[in-house]
C-alpha cells in the first residue's frame, strides 16, 4: 500500500496569514504516461463529510475558493491556504488513488493562532 | 438536487449482522460509481471500495476484502455495505459518496451524511 504522510499534524496559524501544509507518499505518485500526480486534497469540517478541493495535485475543484491551491509533483505535495479565513479551520487530508488500495494521509488539523 | 441519504445510527453486538444503505436522489443511479469510506472516531479516512450500480462491478481495498461486502440494487437506486459478523473494530462513522469515472480518476462530487455504527457488548 502506498502510504500518505503528513505534516504537521496541526497547525495554529492567524487569520489573513498564509498556511502550508506537507504531504508525502511512500512512493511515486506521478503517473508517466499522462505526467499526472493522482493526488487530491480534502477538507472535513467537525461533523461534516470531507470535501473535495484539489485534484491532480493542483487542480481546484469548481466552487473552491482561489485561495487554496496545491504543488508539488512525485513524492512530495504541498497545499497553500494564502489567506486564512475563519471558515478554513477544518483537518485537511491528501489523498492518492494512484493505485488500490486509495490511501489518506493522518490529517493536519488548521486552527486559528 | 442530487443527494446521497444514508440509513440511520446503528448500535449492534459483537457477532450481529448489519446492512447499511446510501439512496440516491436527483441523478441516475446507474451511470456514476458509489464508493465507501471509514471513519473511526477522532480518526483518519479509510478507503474500503466502490461499486458501479449499472453492472455491481465492485472493488475492494484489500483491507475490507472479505470482512465487508458492498453491493447495490439500481431498481431502487441504493447502495448497501454490509457486514455479516460484526467486531467491536468495526464502529466508525461510514459515508458512501458518489464517484465519476473519467480519465484514470474516480472524482467524488457528492457525498452522504454518514452512518455511525456503534457494536458493543
Known amino acids: 500500500d502506498i502510504v500518505m504522510t503528513q505534516s504537521p499534524d496541526s497547525l495554529a496559524v492567524s487569520l489573513g496569514e498564509r498556511a502550508t501544509l506537507s504531504c508525502k507518499s511512500s512512493q511515486t505518485i506521478l503517473y508517466s504516461s499522462s505526467k499526472k500526480n493522482y493526488l487530491s486534497w480534502y477538507q472535513q469540517k467537525l461533523g461534516q463529510p470531507p470535501k473535495l478541493l484539489i485534484y491532480w495535485a493542483s487542480t481546484r475543484e469548481s466552487g473552491v475558493p482561489d485561495r487554496f491551491s496545491g504543488s508539488g509533483s512525485g513524492t512530495d505535495f504541498t497545499l497553500t491556504i494564502s489567506s486564512l479565513q475563519a471558515e478554513d479551520v477544518a483537518v485537511y487530508y491528501c489523498?492518492?488513488?494512484?493505485?488500490?488500495?486509495?490511501?489518506f494521509g493522518q490529517g493536519t488539523k488548521v486552527e486559528i493562532k | 438536487e442530487v443527494q446521497l441519504v444514508q440509513s440511520g445510527a446503528e448500535v449492534k453486538k459483537p457477532g450481529e449482522s448489519l446492512k447499511i444503505s446510501c439512496k440516491g436522489f436527483g441523478y441516475n443511479f446507474t451511470n456514476y460509481w458509489i464508493g465507501w469510506v471509514r471513519q473511526k472516531s477522532g480518526k483518519g479516512l479509510e478507503w474500503m471500495g466502490i461499486?458501479?450500480?449499472?453492472?455491481?462491478?465492485?472493488r475492494y481495498s484489500p483491507s475490507f476484502e472479505g470482512q465487508v461486502t458492498i453491493s447495490a440494487d439500481k431498481s431502487i437506486n441504493t447502495a448497501y455495505l454490509q457486514w455479516s459478523s460484526l467486531k467491536a473494530s468495526d464502529t466508525a462513522i461510514y459515508y458512501c459518496?458518489?464517484?465519476?469515472?473519467?480519465?484514470?480518476?474516480?472524482?467524488?462530487?457528492?457525498w452522504g451524511q454518514g452512518t455511525l455504527v456503534t457494536v458493543s457488548s
Open positions: 459518496a458518489r464517484y465519476t469515472y473519467n480519465n484514470g480518476y474516480y472524482k467524488d462530487d457528492y
Open positions: 489523498h492518492q488513488y494512484y493505485s488500490v488500495p486509495w490511501t
Open positions: 461499486i458501479y450500480p449499472g453492472d455491481s462491478h465492485s
